[in-house]
């Protein structure tokens, strides 16, 4: 069974940094694209980052420049490097896997940005 597990949430202070991991399960990892993405509260789920099998990273607008996106293939696991976290960073960051229209999301993990 596919599984995506995230961790590395927690509370941080804005200007701080958090590293989030998602490993997976179960996938052939290398062939996958790999994302972040992330829901505050009443908002839409947004892209944060995603790497493609060849390492190319596409980020969202809001997070590039902060945020860094990485993949270990060998550890079937992938890294979001959060730096400069400000107060609107807060929400639940998901991890995704796709390739050849498989689907597979993580639970989520909490981030939270504030004094």
């Known amino acids: 069974q596919v599984q995506l597990v995230e961790s590395g949430g927690g509370l941080v202070q804005p200007g701080g940094s958090l590293r989030l991991s998602c490993a997976a399960s179960?996938?052939?990892?290398?062939?996958?694209?790999m994302g972040w993405y992330r829901q505050a509260p009443g908002k839409q789920r947004e892209l944060v980052a995603i790497i493609l099998p060849g390492l190319n990273t596409n980020y969202g607008d809001s997070v590039k420049g902060r945020f860094t996106n990485s993949r270990d293939n060998a550890k079937n696991t992938v890294h979001l490097q959060m730096n400069s976290l400000r107060p609107e960073d807060t929400a639940v960051y998901y991890c995704k896997a796709n390739y050849g229209g498989k689907v597979y999301w993580g639970q989520g993990t909490q981030v939270t940005v504030s004094s």
């Open positions: 179960d996938i052939i990892f290398s062939s996958y694209y």
